[in-house]
Structure formats: structure tokens, C-alpha cells
């Protein structure tokens, strides 16, 4: 049985098809910089941020959750964002964080609830029921605890959890870690459904070749620098993914077809 119910997604709520702008954004560790004036566009559908260990794809996604204090200019259609994460999610912006982070003493339910916390009682019932629609593997389990199901089943709850706040874009980190095949397939048709759906989904991924048959447009990020950008069919054909990441160097990649990052 699939993960996901049939009828399109619902689940997105407000304003939909979010773009985000980014520009000249710094975030690290105290005085170790991770992220130097990095500029990036994040349009309506599916971004991917390729990228090896190491290379700050998380510490972007946490700057730009809030986690993580950050410098430069992030615009959520066109308006600032926030560097409050309460503030953050309020503005439309929700992460499924590395690892997933559930609350695996909690059952099901009650962990899809708290990703509802700022909405009131009956808007969370609402969204609750929506999620559990969209998700009906997700209804069949919602009395269990979070902590006993497996690792696919749990990473569908973090991405349901995430939704549950009704975001305009919806940042992944790395959904698919650790899960076999099948259910890598899954959760990379669930982020392309939300995306089509009209949720902005800016995806972290590690299977490049899947994670490029899906998105729209992806940034690849080394050590801290965005190496390279552009539309995910010519990115796939390019020859700094095809060399670094397919492993796969005889491209025969026209001139150009790739941009450079700025
Ligand atoms: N809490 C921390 N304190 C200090 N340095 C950190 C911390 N978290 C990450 N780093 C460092 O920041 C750099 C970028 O890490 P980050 O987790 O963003 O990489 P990543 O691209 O997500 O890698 P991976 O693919 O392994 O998840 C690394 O050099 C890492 O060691
Ligand atoms: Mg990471």
C-alpha cells in the first residue's frame, strides 16, 4: 500500500506557490563561517540541494529555519523573513529536520498535533484530518508510538508533522537517509506531489540521480559555495555532477547549458 492517498494533496493552505530569495546569506558556528555570501533562489515547485558531507546543505536549512543566526537577506515573497523560529513557521516556512526528531514516546497522532501548534483547536483538528487523508497508512497507526515504527514510516510522520503547520514552503533534509530503495522512491514522489500541490518544497538529498529525476531545479553546494545551479534535466547531464556525484564522467554536456552559481 502506498504512503499517500490518490486525490491531490490538500494540505498548503494560504499563500501558495511561495518563491524565496536569498542573497548574500553567512551562517556558521561561531567563529568557524560555514556559509560565505551564498545567493540562491528558491522558485515555485522543486528545489534539490546536492552537495557532499560536510558541504553546509544543513547548516543552510537551519539558518533559514531559524536555528542557526545568519547575515544576509532572505526574502519570503518579497517580504523579509523572520530569525525567530516561532515566527518563522508562522510566516509559512516549515523543516523536516536531519534525522527526523520525532517524539517516539508520543504515538502518532499526537506528534502530527504539535506540528498544528499555532493554529487553534478546531483549525488543527481540520489539518489533522487533512494529513490523515493524504497519509491514510498514517490513520491506520495513529495510536502508535512513533518511536516503535520503522525508519520510512517514521521520516512519512515527520514529513506529515511538517505539514501540519499548513507551510508555503516546506524545507527536507535529507528524507530518504538511511531508507531502502523502495521507500526512497516514496518519499521522493511524496515531495514532488506537495510540490505539485503548490507547496514550495526545497529539498537536501544525497541520491542524485533520483532526487534530479524529480526536481525541478537544483544548486549543488562544496565546502560552503554554491558550485553550480540550473534546471535538473541539464544539471543531471552536467559534467560537475556527472564526475563528482553519478560517477559518471564521459558528459557530453553542451557549453552552457549549465549556469555557473552566482
Ligand atoms: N554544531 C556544530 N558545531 C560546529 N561545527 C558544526 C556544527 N554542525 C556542523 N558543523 C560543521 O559545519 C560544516 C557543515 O556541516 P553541515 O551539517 O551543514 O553539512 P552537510 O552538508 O549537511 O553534511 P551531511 O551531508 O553530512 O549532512 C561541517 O564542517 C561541520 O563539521
Ligand atoms: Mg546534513
New binding site residues.
Partial sequence: MMYWSETPFELGGGTRHAQLHVSGLGAG?GA?R?LRKLSLEVRPGLTVIL?P???????LLRALNGLLARQGEVLLDGQPLPHKTDAIVRAGVALVP?GRQLFPQLTVQENLELGGWLANKAERARRLEQVLADFPKLRERSRQLAGTMSGGEQQMVAVARALMSAPRLLMLD?PSLGLAPRMVDELLAIARRIADAGTTVLM?E?NVKKALAVADRGYVLERGALVASGAAKLLARSSVVREAYLGTGESKTEPGAVAPAR
Fill in positions: 558556528y568557524f560555514v552537495g558531507n560536510g558541504a553546509g546543505k544543513t547548516t536531519e535529507e537536501v544525497q
